[in-house]
């Protein structure tokens, strides 16, 4: 079992930067690959980033390439996602999820088992 908590939402001004983070309990964080996911109420999940269980292969979507990036410290059981240029597009709730396996649907909720509760990310105009 693997629990998972985000922090570091909050609001910020386009162009401005915010870095999430999310801490999991847990002596097998460095089994699990990460993801990080955002949603917007009333709309689909929609997959974020990604990062493999040594950190080594790290995915992307195509709207936030070039402006986030995805890393993990497995010393510290933590994933964070740094977020810079944001926009206003990029508010959401954004969850970070872990997953016991690894494959190239790494940008498919189903596949992750743990998911945490979310941290809002608002940018203002």
């Known amino acids: 079992q693997v629990q998972l908590v985000e922090s570091g939402g909050g609001l910020v001004q386009a162009g401005g930067s915010l870095r999430l983070s999310c801490a999991a309990s847990?002596?097998?964080?460095?089994?699990?690959?990460m993801g990080w996911f955002r949603q917007i109420p009333g709309e689909e999940r929609e997959f974020v980033a990604a990062?493999?269980?040594?950190?080594?292969?790290?995915y992307y979507a195509d709207s936030v390439k070039g402006r986030f990036t995805v890393s993990r410290d497995n010393a510290k059981n933590t994933v964070y996602l740094q977020m810079n240029s944001l926009k206003p597009e990029d508010t959401a709730v954004y969850y970070c999820?872990?997953?016991?396996?690894?494959?190239?649907?790494?940008?498919?909720?189903?596949?992750?088992?743990?998911w945490g509760r979310g941290t809002q990310v608002t940018v203002s105009s």
């Open positions: 847990g002596r097998t964080f460095s089994s699990y690959a």
């Open positions: 990062i493999s269980w040594s950190g080594v292969n790290t």
């Open positions: 999820a872990a997953r016991r396996t690894w494959n190239s649907d790494y940008d498919k909720g189903y596949e992750y088992d743990y």
